[in-house]
C-alpha cells in the first residue's frame, strides 16, 4: 500500500525561531516510515518547508517538504498550514493518509477531500492554550464534530483517546503510541551506579528540582552520579546550581548528543529522570523502555498510563529521593518489567497495529 503521512512538524522547537538540523534520519516520524517499507509498503512523508534540514539528505522514501502560509495565524512550530497539500495529493495516487492531530488545518483539508482514505493519529488530549483555549474549544466543538464526523481517529494515548472520543464518533479502541527502531537501542541488564536526564534545558522540564533531589540522595549514596544530556536557555544557571551544591563531579553536562551517542548512557543508566509540568507523548521514554531502562516521572507525560500498568517505573506526584532508593532497591525487578514490554514501542509493532486493527 501506497500510505502519505502528513507530519509538519518533525521535531519540537519551543519558539517560532526554528532551530536547522543536519538531519532528520533521527526523528520520530522518519522511523516509522522507515518501517512501513520495511514491512512492504511504499510510505511518503510530507512536512513543513521550515524543518528541511540544512544537509542534502538522500532518504529511503519520498520526503516531500511544502512551504506553509498565514505564519502569524499558523505558527509553523506549533499549527503550520501547508500550502500545495491538496494540489500535491490529487497529483498522486495513494491507499490511505495518516495526518497528525484532530486541531490541525492539514487535517481538515484531508479530512474533507479524502475522508474514506484519512486515518487522524492524534496526540492532545487537552485544549491548545492559545488565546485562553478559545479556538481549540471552537475547533472541537463545532469543526471537529461537523467535519470529522466518521474520520477515523487513532489516539497516541489512553489520555488523547478519552479527550477526543468526547468530539468525535469513530475513534478507535486501541492507541498507537510513537516507537522507535529495536535495532538500534540495544539494552543492557546490568547497569552502572548512574542516572540520567535526556531533556531540553528550560524551565518547564524542571532540571533544578531533578538536581535537588538527586544531591539528597547522592549524599547518602556517593557512588551514584547523575548525567545531563541536552541544551537549552537554562543551561548556566543549572551548571551554577550544580557548583553550589559542590557536586561537579557527580552531576555532568554533557550537552547534545546524537542518538548513537546517547544510546549506550541510557542504557546502562538505573533511570530516565523526568520532572516537566508540560509534556505530551514522550519520546525519551519510549527509547528508555527500549533500552530497559526504568523511568522516575512525573504524572504529566501521557506516557504514564502504560508506565503504571506495566510497572515500567515510578510516578510521582513530587519528585523524592525516595523515587531514587526504591529503583535502586528494585533495579532487577524494573528491568525485567522493561524487557518483557519493549516490543511494545517497537515501530515494528506500531506499524502492525495501523495496519492490522486501523486500516484493515
Not at 489512553?158 to 539494552?187: M, P, Q, T, W
Not at 533531589?213 to 537549552?232: A, H, R, V, W
Not at 523502555?289 to 501521557?302: G, H, S
Request: charged residues 30%; hydrophobic residues 40%; contains cysteine.
Amino acid at each position: 500500500m501506497k500510505i502519505v503521512l502528513v507530519n509538519p512538524i518533525i521535531y519540537t522547537s519551543e519558539t517560532s525561531n526554528i532551530k536547522k538540523v543536519k538531519s532528520i534520519k533521527d526523528s520520530m516520524i522518519y522511523n516509522l516510515c522507515l518501517e512501513f517499507k520495511r514491512q512492504g509498503h511504499e510510505p511518503v512523508l510530507i512536512a513543513a518547508k521550515e524543518y528541511e534540514p540544512i544537509s542534502d539528505e538522500k532518504y529511503d522514501f519520498e520526503v516531500v517538504y511544502l512551504d506553509t502560509k498565514l505564519k502569524r495565524i499558523f505558527k509553523p512550530n506549533c499549527l503550520p498550514y501547508l500550502k500545495g497539500l491538496k494540489k500535491y495529493l490529487k497529483s498522486i495516487e495513494f491507499d490511505f493518509i495518516i495526518s497528525s492531530e484532530v486541531f490541525s488545518m492539514n487535517s481538515l483539508l484531508v479530512s474533507r477531500k479524502f475522508k474514506n482514505k484519512t486515518i487522524i493519529w492524534h496526540e492532545l488530549a487537552k485544549h491548545n492554550n492559545i488565546l485562553k483555549k478559545m479556538p481549540s474549544k471552537i475547533w472541537y466543538n463545532i469543526i471537529a464534530r461537523v467535519f470529522f464526523h466518521n474520520t477515523k481517529i487513532v489516539a497516541r494515548s489512553e489520555n488523547a483517546r478519552l479527550f477526543i472520543k468526547k468530539y468525535c464518533n469513530n475513534v478507535s479502541k486501541i492507541y498507537i503510541d510513537h516507537g522507535v527502531n529495536l535495532n538500534e537501542f540495544v539494552f543492557s541488564e546490568k547497569k552502572e551506579k548512574q542516572f540520567i536526564v535526556v531533556s531540553q534545558l528550560i524551565r518547564r522540564k524542571h532540571i533544578d528540582g531533578i538536581i535537588k533531589t538527586f544531591n539528597e540522595f547522592q549524599i547518602e549514596n556517593p557512588d551514584f552520579k547523575l548525567y545531563i544530556i541536552g541544551s537549552g536557555f537554562e543551561e548556566s544557571n543549572l551548571k551554577k546550581l550544580v557548583e553550589e551544591l559542590n557536586q561537579k563531579n557527580n552531576i555532568i553536562f554533557l550537552g547534545q548528543r546524537t542518538h548513537k551517542e546517547i544510546i549506550p548512557l541510557l542504557s546502562k543508566s538505573y533511570a530516565l529522570v523526568i520532572n516537566t509540568e508540560k509534556d505530551n507523548s514522550m519520546l525519551s521514554i519510549v527509547e528508555a523502555i527500549a533500552c530497559t531502562t526504568p523511568i522516575i516521572t512525573t504524572n504529566v507525560p501521557y506516557n504514564c498510563d502504560y508506565i503504571r500498568k506495566n510497572d515500567l517505573g515510578i510516578i510521582t506526584d513530587s519528585l523524592n529521593k525516595k523515587d531514587f532508593i526504591k529503583i535502586m532497591n528494585n533495579i532487577d525487578k524494573y528491568v525485567d518489567s522493561e524487557k518483557k514490554y519493549r516490543f511494545k514501542v517497537s515501530n515494528e509493532y506500531h506499524v502492525k497495529q495501523f495496519i492490522d486493527d486501523i486500516i484493515q
